[in-house]
């Protein structure tokens, strides 16, 4: 008599639960920012028109006032040469951080002696305001633009360099090996391994910069200087325009805000191809 086993019993598990459609996730991650917006303006409508309704410089700064004032603006030519001007002054100031600060950074993360030599004095200057430096830039450069551009530069420079020597120590030194290997000069190995690695660290590092540069920027325009954002906040303190004062205030925000998103868009995009590479 034959016995034919019979076959185990096969068990397929049921696949995981999907998780979220992105789509969905998008959707959630929007009305969740839309309502601590509401939120936020509530609270600032609370603030200005009923808490500190009395005070005549804050209840005149409420939301509704606010934006009737930042309708004038934007389409008042005065202030947007005041925007041109503060931009061209902020992209000159992080471009010469730029040009200063990333050499430095490569120096810094490829010659341990050299970062250990420095060190002291680096940290000093970085945790040295850069508006304490603002005497100074004006009695070299003058009450000017030049003045503005300098004291920018100093911002930006220090998270630029260190940004940039993380990023040189952070790298497999076993790829300039392969590229000198096979025959690449010290700067062909540099180009073709080294400077394509360092592009999200200058990136990401130039953001940091532009964040605390923007934030620089607009009291180093108080400064003397005849025009720019800042300019634009004194001049309506000065006119006692205090709702035009809270205008201009939003207007340097959403500029802020659209830079920041701008840079870390292109520090997104340099991250994906990176991983693709």
Known sequence: MTVIAEAP????????????????????????????????????????????AANPVVSKMGPA?????????VVDPSFLDAITVSLWRLLAGLGIAIVIGV?????????????????????FLRMTSPLAWA?????LLGAGTGAVIALVA?????????????GVR????????????????RWEAFRSTALPALTSPIVGSSRVALGISWVVLVPAEMLGVPNGLGYAILNA???????????????IGVLGFL????????????DARESQA
Do not use: C
């Open 9 to 52: 019993e096969i068990t397929v598990a049921a696949p995981p639960a999907s998780a979220p459609p992105a789509r969905d996730a998008v959707l959630h991650r929007i009305l969740l920012r839309l309502a601590v917006l509401v939120v936020t303006v509530v609270l600032w409508w609370l603030l200005a028109d009923v808490v500190l």
């Open 65 to 73: 006032d606010t934006l009737q004032a930042l309708a004038g603006l």
């Open 103 to 123: 050499p430095l950074g490569i120096l810094f993360g490829s010659r341990r002696t050299a970062e250990d030599a420095v060190n002291p004095v680096v940290q």
């Open 135 to 139: 005497p100074l830039a004006i009695v």
């Open 154 to 166: 100093l911002a930006a420079v220090w998270p630029i360099v260190l940004g940039v020597a993380a």
């Open 170 to 185: 952070a790298l497999d030194p076993g790829l300039r090996k392969v590229a000198r290997s096979l025959g690449a000069t």
């Open 237 to 251: 303190r000065d006119n006692i325009d205090y709702s035009g004062l809270a205008a201009t205030m939003f207007a």
């Open 259 to 270: 830079l920041d998103r701008i840079l870390r868009g292109l520090h997104r995009l340099v």
